[in-house]
């Protein structure tokens, strides 16, 4: 059974940074496309930022392109996101996904609990 604990989560003034974990395990981490998603309150979930399984190829949502990078350590089983120029409109509960990259990355159904990302003004 496949697990995914996000961590590094937390409370970050506007224009800071933050780096989000994501580690996995009962899975083949290498095989796996893999993707971070985030959901305010009210709000639908959505991608942020997906990554194939070798790391050679990215997508990003346009609201974070050029503030967030994703990447991958495959000898780690671990998947990050680093976040800069916080935005207060960034502020979700971040959860990290496995999938398969096809073009694009199409999610599966192993999720993380999420980790909590609040930005403040």
């Known amino acids: 059974q496949v697990q995914l604990v996000e961590s590094g989560g937390g409370l970050v003034q506007a224009g800071g940074s933050l780096r989000l974990s994501c580690a996995a395990s009962?899975?083949?981490?290498?095989?796996?496309?893999m993707g971070w998603y985030r959901q305010a309150p009210g709000k639908s979930r959505e991608l942020v930022a997906a990554?194939?399984?070798?790391?050679?190829?990215?997508k990003y949502a346009d609201a974070v392109k050029g503030r967030f990078t994703i990447s991958r350590d495959n000898a780690k089983n671990t998947l990050y996101l680093e976040m800069n120029s916080l935005k207060p409109e960034d502020t979700a509960v971040y959860y990290c996904n496995t999938g398969v990259w096809s073009g694009t990355y199409y999610p599966s159904g192993s999720w993380g609990q999420g980790t909590q990302v609040t930005v403040s003004s």
């Open positions: 009962g899975t083949i981490f290498s095989r796996n496309a």
């Open positions: 990554i194939s399984n070798g790391g050679v190829s990215t």
